[in-house]
């Protein structure tokens, strides 16, 4: 299955680390798509953000586990998600988490 650029980011993660990271080591954490690979993502990252890439990581993380309300003594499984996290170059920087200020009227 051939995937775009757009397909294969999903999006950023929006936790506290994933903000450190990004502020402090340069380094962006985002949702993949699960069958995109190492080389893939690097690809994908550099075209979009005009940036080069150092290093890519993948954590791959299980779908959990839940009740189901329609059918009894059931367990559905949720939506495997795939995480990358993304080490930049030297003198390269995307912020992600810009805050802007609010405007007064």
């Known amino acids: ?6 397909q294969i980011i999903k999006g950023p993660v929006v936790t506290d ?3 450190k990271l990004n502020s402090g080591l340069h380094q962006l954490v985002l949702n993949v ?12 990252i550099e075209k979009l953000f005009n940036v080069k890439v ?9 779908a959990k586990r839940y009740a189901n309300a329609k059918a009894k003594n059931k367990k559905s499984f949720g939506i495997l998600q ?3 996290i993304i080490k930049l170059k030297p003198g390269y920087e995307v912020s992600i988490f ?8």
């Open 1 to 6: 299955m051939e995937l775009s650029i757009y």
């Open 17 to 19: 680390k994933a903000q």
């Open 33 to 44: 798509h699960p069958e995109a690979n190492k080389p893939r993502i690097k690809e994908a």
């Open 54 to 62: 150092d290093s890519v990581r993948v954590l791959n993380r299980k």
């Open 82 to 84: 795939k995480r990358a």
């Open 98 to 105: 810009e805050q802007q200020e609010p405007t007064k009227k």
